[in-house]
Structures are given as structure tokens and as C-alpha cells.
């Protein structure tokens, strides 16, 4: 029940053991979250809203999707390997838990 309460992204394998991602890995799958998050829904508005067609309408996505997401970055400092996000709509990098 520990994992549960701390929600600390385990993965239960077998009975006794679990699988813990690593910071890098929680960055990498942020950063597919985020990134998903904006693409789809601009994608969609660009192909109801705009006289884009072909592959103007992902390029576009594509790179408003880049600009508009949050940055995750997985970084080894003295006290151990953290999380830190930048994003344009909050001030500064916050580390991430």
C-alpha cells in the first residue's frame, strides 16, 4: 500500500518486487505527455480553422506543440538526480518530485 500512497510511478512485476522509472525516464514520458497534449488538440484546430492542408497542418502543429509545451530535464546534482520543468507560462524552473 506504500506505493500507492506515494505515487512514485511503480510498477508492479511480481508479488514482492517493483520496477521504479527513473528520473530520465519520467522526463522522457513528461515530455511525450506535455508535447501530446498540445499537438492534438492544435492539430485538430488548425484542420477546422485554417486554410492549411497536406502536411502544412502537422508542421504547424508540430511546431506551435514544441514552443507551447513544458520542458522536463532529468539533472545529477550533489544531492542525487532531480527533476526540473520549464515551461513559457511559469516564471523560472521548478523542480518536479
Same mark, same amino acid.
Given at each position: 500500500?506504500?506505493?500507492?500512497?506515494?505515487? !512514485?510511478?511503480?510498477? @508492479?512485476?511480481? !508479488? !514482492?518486487?517493483? +520496477?521504479?522509472?527513473? @528520473?530520465?525516464?519520467?522526463?522522457?514520458?513528461?515530455?511525450?505527455?506535455?508535447?501530446? /497534449?498540445? +499537438?492534438? #488538440? /492544435?492539430?485538430?484546430?488548425?484542420?477546422?480553422?485554417?486554410?492549411?492542408? &497536406?502536411?502544412?497542418? #502537422?508542421? %504547424?502543429? +508540430?511546431?506551435? &506543440?514544441?514552443?507551447?509545451? #513544458?520542458?522536463?530535464?532529468?539533472?545529477? %546534482?550533489?544531492? &542525487?538526480?532531480?527533476?526540473?520543468?520549464?515551461?513559457?507560462?511559469?516564471? &523560472?524552473? @521548478?523542480?518536479? !518530485?
Amino acid at each position: 500500500m506504500k506505493a500507492v500512497r506515494e505515487l !512514485n510511478f511503480k510498477l @508492479k512485476i511480481t !508479488n !514482492n518486487s517493483y +520496477f521504479v522509472m527513473s @528520473k530520465r525516464t519520467k522526463s522522457f514520458v513528461y515530455n511525450l505527455i506535455g508535447f501530446t /497534449l498540445f +499537438f492534438i #488538440p /492544435l492539430q485538430a484546430l488548425l484542420i477546422r480553422f485554417s486554410n492549411l492542408s &497536406g502536411i502544412w497542418v #502537422p508542421m %504547424t502543429a +508540430f511546431v506551435i &506543440g514544441t514552443i507551447l509545451a #513544458p520542458k522536463f530535464q532529468a539533472v545529477r %546534482t550533489k544531492d &542525487g538526480e532531480k527533476l526540473f520543468m520549464k515551461w513559457l507560462f511559469v516564471k &523560472g524552473v @521548478k523542480e518536479v !518530485n
